[in-house]
């Protein structure tokens, strides 16, 4: 582990005696009810044993969340980055030593091309961008699969990468990224950054326009952006403004926004679909918008801004996009029309591509990657993203226990799963065995890269050790369950006095169905029994971000490249908060 740990875990220990002393306040009293969690160990030892005689059965170990609320404001704040890259190492070891998040892999992304498809892009962050493909079979319609019915439209809404993938297309900030995932100018004409970097100024192109062609002003990104930030709004993406001192606008093309500290990520957010503007008039049109922020954008027909704009959706079924007239590049934009078949059934979607019903797909069934890893429009591509195991702290799961044994509990079951095999049999497309949430390869803000390589050294468990030292890892996870008050039998499985059964929840694809059934086998090697329940897309993006799970499937694919963007997610506050930290 790293040498920040120590004093760190020192904090921890503190929180999570206070914690387990406490009791659970009734609903609406809970902002602190997080977890800390244990100190993080190596393969040869266990979190110490703590009793939980203070805990009442039904209730789970409260922990202050503050000191990492307070950690994430410092790393916005400061302006010396050596020490900046130093404190996201801190957080991550006070995140990661909850072992709330169980990482399994780091991303890549597949999809399917029909050949006489170009110009479609993607970039490491999972936005696929329609508007400068060809076609060269004669057609001026793009057919396309991203997902099912999508959660939100909303782009301060969206938390989802299909939803993202639709922004892009339809909506505009004053950045965006080309196809070489270069930042270049979307509405921003230019920009200017004082010599302290704390104020840019932004230049807007001249005659924007909405797609009913009336003027986008820099005014439009002043209320939209006053508004993602409204707690009646309740943006899970809010928190991405923390790092502004505010902004206004001087006029209709000229938008000042000051920071708070340095940014270097500053034009990565203005090609975030968060900071993209909104008609306030289009917003404001129902009587409910105050209570319904998103109601605006639940059917087809709104203003937008982007290449395309929604004319036609048949909910769970199908959405037409069509060319916007009015967007500042549509002489560039040959596609006249994009159709998107909405489908979780990555069987029938397949299918649909095969039969020359679709022509782009980004969902293949796991059965037939072997068979199309030579094929030419198969393609995989790089993203910085991890795929990980996530429990929600204030399970039931882990009634009873103290801090330290419900992360004990979850260590034990993060060491179980055969990693290696998931990638190798289920993935199939070279990713990497994951040990820590932050992904390989991503920029540590100051020059650096914040991790390499999946090893024990820059990660908090050996990834591979299940593979090398099974019948060790075994015994090491049968340890740390013994630490949370749990016995076992003469044949290493848990005793009938002491059963662990919990369901995992995940969305409805053979791939991630594929994982949990792999990792309940892993489980079952000690006896611990997982059941698997599947649900609609928006429906289970709801049900993980309300907490009501105890474990499920989830991932994060970075929105710009720098950590903060993987550690500033697990605040008090944030709507991307899916372990309930704090709450």
């Not at 409260?62 to 307070?70: F, G, P, Q």
């Not at 393609?379 to 399970?395: A, P």
């Amino acid at each position: 582990m790293k040498k920040t740990l120590a004093l760190l875990l020192a904090v921890l220990m503190l929180f999570a005696v206070l914690g387990a002393c406490s009791k659970r306040g009734g609903e609406g009293n809970n902002a602190n009810d997080g977890a800390a969690g244990a100190e993080p160990t190596d393969a040869g030892s266990a979190p110490e044993q703590t009793a939980a005689a203070s805990v009442s059965p039904d209730e789970v170990a409260k922990v202050d969340w503050s000191a990492y609320d307070a950690l994430i404001a410092q790393i916005k704040s400061t302006t010396d980055m050596a020490a900046r890259v130093d404190l996201m190492h801190q957080a991550e070891d006070m995140l990661m030593s909850t072992y709330c998040i169980n990482p399994i892999y780091y991303y890549n992304d597949i999809f399917l091309q029909k050949e006489y498809v170009s110009g479609i892009y993607t970039n490491n962050y999972g936005y696929k961008y329609f508007m400068h493909a060809s076609l060269s079979n004669g057609s001026d319609t793009l057919r396309i699969n991203l997902a099912s019915e999508p959660d939100k439209l909303d782009p301060a809404l969206n938390s989802s990468v299909d939803g993202a993938c639709l922004a892009v297309n339809s909506f505009g900030g004053l950045y965006m990224y080309n196809e070489n995932g270069e930042l270049v100018p979307n509405f921003a004409e230019s920009y200017t950054v004082s010599d302290d970097g704390l104020t840019f100024t932004f230049t807007l192109k001249p005659d924007l326009k909405w797609s009913d062609g009336s003027p986008l002003t820099a005014n439009d990104f002043a209320y939209s952006w006053t508004r993602a930030v409204a707690p009646e709004t309740a943006a899970d993406y809010a928190y991405m403004f923390d790092g502004l001192a505010g902004w206004e606008a001087k006029d209709d093309r000229t938008l000042v926004v000051t920071m708070k500290a340095p940014c270097a990520y500053m034009l990565d957010l203005m090609a975030f679909p968060t900071f993209y503007p909104v008609k306030q008039s289009e917003v404001e049109k129902y009587e409910d918008w105050a209570t319904n922020p998103g109601h605006w954008a639940q059917e087809a027909g709104f203003i937008s801004s982007g290449a395309y704009v929604l004319k036609e959706w048949k909910h769970d079924e199908s959405m037409v996009y069509v060319k916007n007239p009015y967007y500042w590049d549509a002489a560039n934009v040959k596609i006249e029309r994009l159709e998107f078949m909405l489908s979780a059934d990555d069987t029938a979607i397949y299918a649909a591509y095969q039969a020359g019903d679709i022509d782009f797909a980004d969902t293949v069934p796991t059965d037939e990657i072997a068979a199309l890893l030579n094929n030419p429009e198969f393609h995989v591509v790089g993203q910085l993203g991890t795929y990980y195991m996530n429990f929600n702290i204030k399970s039931k799961l882990f009634a009873g226990k103290t801090a330290e044994q419900a992360a004990a509990m979850r260590q034990a079951f993060c060491i179980l799963l055969d990693r290696d095999y998931i990638c190798k049999n289920i993935g199939q497309t070279g990713q990497v065995p994951a040990n820590s949430f932050i992904p390989i390869g991503m920029s540590d803000g100051n020059g650096g890269i914040f991790k390499t390589e999946a090893t024990a050294e820059q990660g908090y468990f050996d990834p591979y050790a299940i593979n090398n030292d099974y019948e060790g890892t075994l015994a090491k996870a049968r340890e740390l369950l013994e630490s949370a008050g749990y016995k076992f039998k003469e044949d290493g499985t848990l005793s009938d006095e002491t059963p662990i059964s919990f369901e995992y929840l995940t969305n409805e694809s053979s791939g991630h169905v594929a994982v949990a059934e792999a990792m309940q086998s892993d489980l079952a090697a000690l006896g611990i029994n997982m059941t698997i329940k599947t649900e609609d897309w928006n429906v289970f993006l709801n049900d993980r971000k309300n907490g009501n799970y105890d474990v499920a499937r989830n991932g994060w694919i970075a929105d710009f490249n720098d950590p903060i963007n993987m550690l500033e997610m697990w605040t008090t506050d944030s709507g991307n908060n899916d372990c309930q930290f704090g709450r």
